[in-house]
């Protein structure tokens, strides 16, 4: 049996440094290195190479021999069949024969998405041989791509042009079609979410066979199919509204929650990109601001970079604090290994939060201590860092997890609600009361609305420009820093608890809906599944999504599990 494991192999310095792109071959993992202080260090994620695409069989498929996880390994498939289409024609093809035969072939691209939804046993196709760079039109400032770009490899492409993408998740792995179509996020009052970028695109669809969709080509398709979740069509190009390259000057700082709430509209509007993480247990958010710079700008004055050795000591020390001892109530398979102790010196900030978290990761006490340590860690982690925009809004989000994003409305850049600190006060009281494990950090962005459809921050966009309105989106986590199955069992139970409490307490009091990647509904009790039908339904034009389906994929030869349960 042959595993095989989507690529996300990534790093990132425990200072604010940013990304530097290692040179390696087409179609083989690519590893982000980067340098911390005067060291370079490399960390390996949950990982298959997309090299395995080379061994497709003559016919473009395989038939069960490949089995798939997702980063955090959280859900894994053995697809019955897997075709990998190397030209459209061959997309074209696969795509008519399958619907001819009613043969199941779920779409994945980098097979990121946290929830699995691109996983089908039954089938499924990929995109990652259909990944050209098929123009660039520099006037425009526009890119047409295939959809199994990586992000980064697109960046790279519009490099020489000057020209870059609009925003960015936290990671570049993905491709451009599965960035898209799950109605993906960067961080920016007045950037929309990237779907918005998308000006046109070519769907293959099972029963109208290619359709060339745009605003002047059947807009209301188009606005549909940018979030399609895959349901409509495979996605085979996309063009995309592009941005003049960029430097950007970013801001990291420590403040007070209630420092926060006093200076918050003001970080709103006076900023290009924010994003707070908040720390559960302390009174400390991080606040990383970024905005255009030029060379030649002035960088405010900040105290000299702390070491590395100075900045990780808060971690360090709280681990040779345990160096020789046994808490009370850790059992002998959460006890520190001797040989995380001889690493600890080249160990990472997130790495040594993991191997701490491992310790006693439900143990919300301990977790309190090491946000706390976390919190000092940033503190001494502050100042000011430039570089292009493309390096400096992608960001480290820690090691495999389990993770819940949601989305909400709060009010217009003019004229915020302050839903967004609302929701957050609330919830981390409710986390301190129930004493949640929550680790640091809870991440909060904000990006304007969306005129697609399915897109999470779409709510408001009939009743006047998306743009014009303001989304707010909070991502929780547990982190799964052990190998050790009945640790990650007892965490992935908390977790539920923790997504609980958020609906129970939050979903209907904000208008909160789940980012699409982050649904996790086999989870679900009928009860819940229902509840989370109803919200959908509620927020989304769900049955004009469903009558086109029916009418580009009447054998829903697309769906899965997740699209079955969840869109019914």
């Given at each position: 049996?042959?595993?095989?494991?989507?690529?996300l192999?990534?790093?990132?310095?425990?200072?604010?440094?940013?990304?530097?792109?290692?040179?390696?071959?087409?179609?083989?993992?690519?590893t982000?290195?980067?340098?911390?202080?005067?060291?370079?260090?490399?960390?390996?994620?949950?990982?298959?190479?997309?090299?395995?695409?080379?061994?497709?069989?003559?016919?473009g498929?395989?038939?069960?021999?490949?089995?798939?996880?997702?980063?955090?390994?959280?859900?894994?498939?053995?697809p019955?069949?897997?075709?990998?289409?190397?030209?459209i024609?061959?997309?074209?093809?696969?795509?008519?024969?399958?619907?001819?035969?009613?043969?199941?072939?779920?779409?994945?691209?980098s097979?990121?998405?946290?929830?699995?939804?691109?996983?089908?046993?039954?089938?499924?196709?990929?995109?990652?041989?259909?990944?050209?760079?098929?123009?660039?039109?520099?006037?425009?400032?526009q890119?047409?791509?295939?959809?199994?770009?990586?992000?980064?490899?697109?960046?790279?492409?519009?490099?020489?042009h000057?020209?870059?993408?609009?925003?960015?998740?936290?990671?570049?792995e993905?491709?451009?079609?599965?960035?898209?179509?799950v109605?993906?996020?960067?961080s920016?009052?007045?950037?929309?979410?990237?779907d918005?970028?998308?000006?046109?695109?070519?769907?293959?669809?099972?029963?109208?066979?290619?359709?060339?969709?745009s605003?002047?080509?059947?807009?209301?398709?188009?606005h549909?199919?940018?979030?399609?979740?895959?349901?409509?069509?495979?996605?085979?190009?996309?063009?995309?509204?592009?941005?003049?390259?960029?430097?950007?000057?970013?801001?990291?700082?420590?403040?007070t929650?209630?420092?926060?709430?006093?200076?918050?509209k003001?970080?709103?509007?006076?900023?290009?990109?924010?994003?707070y993480?908040?720390l559960?247990?302390?009174?400390?958010?991080?606040?990383?601001?970024?905005?255009?710079?030029?060379?030649?700008?002035?960088?405010?004055?900040?105290?000299?970079?702390?070491?590395?050795?100075?900045?990780?000591?808060?971690?360090?020390?709280?681990?040779?604090?345990?160096?020789?001892?046994?808490?009370?109530?850790?059992?002998?398979?959460?006890?520190l290994?001797?040989?995380?102790?001889?690493?600890?010196?080249?160990?990472?900030?997130t790495?040594?939060?993991?191997?701490?978290?491992?310790?006693d990761?439900?143990?919300?006490?301990?977790?309190?201590?090491?946000?706390?340590?976390?919190?000092?860690?940033?503190?001494?982690?502050?100042?000011?860092?430039?570089?292009?925009?493309?390096?400096?809004?992608?960001?480290d989000?820690?090691?495999?997890?389990?993770?819940?994003?949601?989305c909400?409305?709060?009010?217009?850049?003019?004229?915020?609600?302050?839903a967004d600190?609302?929701?957050m006060e609330?919830?981390?009281?409710?986390?301190?009361?129930?004493?949640?494990?929550?680790?640091?950090?809870?991440?909060?962005?904000?990006?304007?609305?969306?005129?697609?459809?399915?897109?999470p921050?779409?709510?408001?966009?009939?009743?006047?420009?998306?743009?014009?309105?303001?989304?707010?989106?909070?991502?929780?986590i547990?982190?799964?820093?052990?190998?050790n199955?009945r640790?990650?069992?007892?965490?992935?139970?908390?977790?539920?608890?923790?997504?609980?409490?958020?609906k129970q307490?939050l979903?209907?009091?904000?208008?909160?809906?789940?980012?699409?990647?982050?649904?996790?509904?086999a989870?679900?009790?009928?009860?819940?599944?229902?509840?989370?039908?109803?919200?959908?339904?509620?927020?989304?034009?769900?049955?004009?999504?469903?009558?086109?389906r029916?009418?580009?994929?009447p054998?829903?030869?697309?769906?899965?599990?997740?699209?079955?349960?969840?869109?019914?």
């Amino acid at each position: 049996m042959r595993l095989f494991a989507f690529l996300l192999t990534k790093a990132r310095s425990a200072t604010l440094g940013g990304f530097q792109n290692a040179q390696v071959p087409r179609h083989l993992p690519k590893t982000f290195a980067v340098l911390a202080g005067a060291a370079a260090a490399y960390h390996t994620w949950y990982a298959l190479p997309a090299a395995a695409c080379q061994q497709v069989a003559h016919e473009g498929h395989h038939d069960g021999e490949n089995e798939f996880a997702n980063w955090s390994a959280t859900h894994k498939v053995r697809p019955q069949q897997l075709f990998e289409p190397e030209t459209i024609e061959d997309l074209q093809r696969v795509v008519a024969q399958c619907h001819a035969t009613g043969q199941k072939i779920r779409v994945v691209g980098s097979g990121l998405s946290p929830n699995g939804m691109a996983f089908s046993s039954q089938g499924m196709l990929s995109t990652v041989l259909l990944d050209d760079i098929i123009s660039v039109d520099k006037e425009k400032q526009q890119v047409t791509v295939q959809a199994g770009a990586r992000v980064q490899q697109v960046v790279e492409a519009l490099r020489p042009h000057d020209l870059t993408l609009q925003n960015f998740a936290s990671i570049r792995e993905q491709t451009m079609g599965g960035f898209t179509q799950v109605g993906s996020h960067g961080s920016g009052a007045t950037i929309p979410p990237v779907d918005e970028q998308v000006v046109s695109m070519k769907l293959v669809t099972p029963a109208q066979g290619c359709l060339d969709l745009s605003q002047e080509q059947d807009p209301e398709l188009f606005h549909m199919a940018r979030v399609g979740l895959g349901c409509l069509g495979v996605v085979a190009e996309l063009t995309l509204q592009c941005v003049p390259s960029h430097q950007l000057l970013q801001h990291t700082q420590v403040m007070t929650r209630q420092q926060v709430h006093e200076q918050h509209k003001q970080l709103l509007q006076k900023n290009r990109h924010l994003r707070y993480m908040w720390l559960p247990y302390t009174d400390a958010v991080v606040v990383v601001t970024g905005n255009a710079y030029k060379e030649g700008d002035k960088v405010p004055a900040s105290p000299a970079p702390a070491t590395q050795d100075h900045q990780l000591a808060p971690f360090r020390e709280l681990l040779h604090s345990l160096c020789g001892k046994v808490r009370q109530g850790v059992s002998p398979d959460q006890e520190l290994p001797s040989q995380t102790m001889e690493n600890v010196d080249r160990m990472s900030g997130t790495e040594l939060r993991d191997h701490l978290l491992a310790i006693d990761p439900l143990d919300h006490l301990w977790v309190a201590r090491v946000n706390q340590a976390e919190a000092e860690w940033w503190k001494r982690c502050e100042g000011y860092q430039r570089g292009w925009s493309d390096w400096l809004l992608g960001f480290d989000c820690g090691g495999q997890q389990w993770v819940l994003e949601t989305c909400f409305p709060c009010g217009t850049v003019k004229q915020p609600s302050g839903a967004d600190l609302q929701y957050m006060e609330d919830l981390l009281n409710k986390i301190e009361a129930a004493k949640m494990p929550a680790p640091s950090p809870i991440e909060q962005r904000w990006t304007c609305g969306s005129a697609s459809h399915m897109s999470p921050a779409s709510a408001a966009a009939e009743e006047g420009d998306s743009q014009d309105y303001l989304f707010s989106w909070v991502g929780i986590i547990m982190y799964l820093p052990t190998e050790n199955e009945r640790q990650r069992a007892a965490i992935t139970k908390r977790f539920k608890d923790y997504v609980t409490l958020c609906k129970q307490e939050l979903f209907q009091k904000y208008a909160a809906v789940e980012h699409w990647a982050k649904i996790e509904p086999a989870e679900l009790t009928s009860k819940e599944l229902k509840l989370l039908q109803k919200r959908l339904y509620n927020h989304y034009p769900m049955a004009d999504f469903n009558v086109a389906r029916k009418r580009l994929d009447p054998k829903s030869i697309l769906s899965n599990e997740f699209v079955d349960l969840v869109l019914g």
